[in-house]
Every structure is written in C-alpha cells, then in structure tokens.
C-alpha cells in the first residue's frame, strides 16, 4: 500500500460511522470515494444516489455510467482519476443537499483533497462548483471556465444527470471534457519529465 494508500482508507475508516448529519441514519452506505490515490485530476459530484447508496460507490447509477462514456470518450481512464462528492451520504428521494449537511460533510472531502493535493479539480454540476469554486457560479455561463483556487486549478462541467434530462447540453459537455483531457495529459507530460 502507498502512503496515500493508507491516509485514504484511514480517513475512510474515521468517516464510515459518521453522524454529524441526519443523512448518518438514512443511509444504507456511505459513499466515501474510489479511484487512484496518486490523482492528479479529481472530480467532485454532488451528492451519492439510489444506486451509489446501495453499493458504496460515486457515479455507477445512470448518470455514472453516462459519465464513464465522456471519461473512455476523451481518453481518460477512470482507475487514474479520483471521484468524490460534497455529501457523502443519500439525501432522501435523491433531494439537493442542505446548506447544514455540506457544513457538516465538507471536513471529509477537505481531508480527501489535503491528502491526494491533485492539480486540477473538476466539479461536477452546479451543488459542487457552488461549493467549491464560487457561491455564485453560474454553471450555463461559467461550465469549461478555469478557476486557480490556492494550488488547484478547478472547473466545473454540467452534472451529468442534467445531460440525461437535457441532450442539448451533450456537446458542451463533449468540448469541456475534451479540454480537460488536455490539460490533465500536459499535467502528465510535464510531471513526466520532472
Ligand atoms: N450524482 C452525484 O452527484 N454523485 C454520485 O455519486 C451519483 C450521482
């Protein structure tokens, strides 16, 4: 196991009985987070579904496996990446998540991100770039746009539940994506050659 590795599945270890939040007794699993824990792309949901809920897992209902297609689609293996989300448990019926359960969760990706410190961050909808990048972003207008934030460079792309409700948002997404292949290959070139 790599030291990453370890911190990971510890934090995991200190997150799995949490009850800061209501979510703690509805739940069937909290949904921590997977991928490599040498990432240097990190990408952030909002908050897990019916389907993560049941197995533990971020982005394997419907919206996951339309997700993994923009992943294969740009060439971005989804073991190399790491996905987590703002909650990290089910809100009832799959509703937004509350200002006081993000409060009460946010401590758990924080620690997430102290220990992978990835170079780019990409949010996945509006709950997450509100969160992360800015309490006023605006995912129409600013989806694709480029945020430095300390040392991460962060984005946010539609959610990829709201390109099941709307197809029309599918080749915006397709570009972004695209982008941050590119960005992310660069990153791999020139971390490659340090
Ligand atoms: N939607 C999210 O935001 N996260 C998941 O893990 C699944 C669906």
Redesign the pocket.
């Known amino acids: 196991m790599t030291e990453n590795e370890e911190k990971l599945s510890l934090l995991a270890r200190a997150c799995e009985g949490c009850m800061d939040c209501p979510l703690g007794s509805t739940r069937t699993n909290l949904?921590f987070g997977c991928g490599s824990a040498q990432a240097s792309l990190m990408f952030v949901?909002?908050?897990?579904?019916e389907r993560?809920d049941a197995t533990g897992i971020?982005?394997v209902?419907a919206?996951?496996r339309l997700f993994d297609k923009y992943l294969y689609a740009v060439g971005i293996p989804r073991e190399e990446v790491y996905i987590a989300?703002i909650l990290k448990c089910r809100p009832p019926h799959n509703r937004d998540p509350r200002p006081e359960e993000e409060d009460a969760c946010i401590g758990h990706l924080r620690g997430q991100v102290r220990i992978l410190r990835p170079k780019m961050i990409v949010c996945?909808?509006r709950i997450s770039a509100m969160r992360l990048i800015k309490p006023d972003f605006r995912i129409t207008r600013e989806h694709g746009v480029w945020f430095q934030r300390g040392a991460f460079e962060m984005c946010a792309v539609y959610?990829p539940?709201a390109l099941l409700r709307d197809a029309s948002k599918k080749e915006d997404m397709l570009e972004d994506m695209k982008r941050i292949a590119e960005k992310y290959r660069a990153y791999q070139a020139q971390s490659a050659n340090e």
Do not use: M, R
Request: hydrophobic share 30%.
């Open positions: 949904v949901g909002e908050a897990p579904g993560e971020p982005f209902g919206a996951g989300n996945l909808g959610h539940s």
